[in-house]
């Protein structure tokens, strides 16, 4: 991705940077929106979780979490979305729910890269927000966004920090990061009359996290996420994804409505798509600072 020569890359101010952290945040969520593609019933409804299973011995992790890792198949994609945030605990009551609605448009790139263009459309203070984001093949994040007052670009890759407004870190939202885990399957349950694995995640040798285990409850028809929860040093739950309505579009399982329940900020954020397009063939000239600043001078 070039950059002008006159533009100037600059860190700004810890709110500026908390800014550009939230667009990082929103993109890996959306990267998991497509499930992958597969026939079969058009809309899957999740509820509360039964008892697990009784049975025969459990089977090997590591096919199932490469068909979950591998799902998403296609090439590009827009997806109109809006996010309800809810404050909770002691305080919460002044503060009213914040809705926020942005675009997200997303193209794989041949060198494994994912480019990502946020455009947030309401309400209007929240325009300065727009960011292009990009996902390199090995897993780190750049988030940058265009401030016009300073005619300068904000640059962040800080995959450990939580954002103030969401409060969450960049690897729950991309799916877990399952690859930093050693995942058994432990049981099966059933959400909503949907049969699922639990895959039990142990941080591996060397990886950085802030969650050194994590679970995934995979749906045995699709291998999609249902639930993920994410644990502490204090193996104390600290974070939990929850899909509660899944549909396919043209043949992409599309995560259509999700929460994430941040225990320790105290926060709820609910999740919906509003409209999803897929494979469009997207220009590459959109994924594209010089786009950016466009878009953002608006």
């Known amino acids: 991705m070039k950059t002008r020569a006159h533009h100037h890359i600059t860190i700004q101010s810890q709110r500026h940077k908390g800014a550009a952290i939230l667009l990082v945040l929103l993109a890996p969520l959306l990267l998991s929106l497509a499930c992958g593609r597969k026939e079969g019933t058009i809309a899957v ?4 979780s039964s008892g697990p299973s009784a049975g025969a011995t459990m089977p090997d992790a590591a096919p199932i979490i490469a068909r979950y890792r591998g799902l998403d198949d296609s090439r590009d994609s827009t997806i109109k979305m809006r996010a309800l945030i809810n404050s909770e605990g002691e305080g919460a009551g002044s503060n009213a729910p914040k809705q ?8 794989r790139q041949p060198d494994g890269r994912v480019m990502i263009l946020a455009e947030f459309t309401a309400p ?6 727009d960011g292009l984001i990009t996902v390199f093949a090995d897993g780190q994040i750049e988030g940058v966004r265009y401030v016009q007052s300073t005619d300068s670009f904000i640059v962040t890759r800080d995959m450990m920090t939580e954002d103030a407004l ?4 960049l690897q729950e939202l991309a799916d877990g990061q399952a690859e930093k885990y050693d995942f058994t399957i432990t049981r099966e349950e059933t959400i909503d009359g949907t049969g699922c694995y639990r895959a039990e995640g142990k941080l591996k040798q060397g990886a950085e996290s802030k969650f050194p285990r994590v679970v995934l409850l995979l749906a045995k028809n699709n291998s999609a996420a249902v639930r993920a929860e994410f644990y502490d040093n204090h193996n ?11 549909e396919q579009v043209v043949g992409h399982w599309t995560r259509m409505r999700w929460t994430i329940d941040n225990r320790a900020r105290q926060k709820k954020i609910d ?6 397009s897929y494979d469009q063939n997207l220009k590459d000239s959109i994924f594209t600072r010089e786009h950016l600043k466009k878009i953002a001078s608006r």
């Open 100 to 107: 926020i609605q942005l675009t997200m448009s997303r193209k």
């Open 124 to 129: 209007a203070e929240e325009r300065d927000r």
């Open 45 to 48: 409804e999740n509820g509360n």
């Open 236 to 246: 104390e739950l600290a974070r939990e994804l929850i899909v509660t309505k899944t």
């Open 271 to 276: 999740f919906e798509a509003l409209d999803v």
């Open 166 to 169: 969401f409060g969450l870190t």
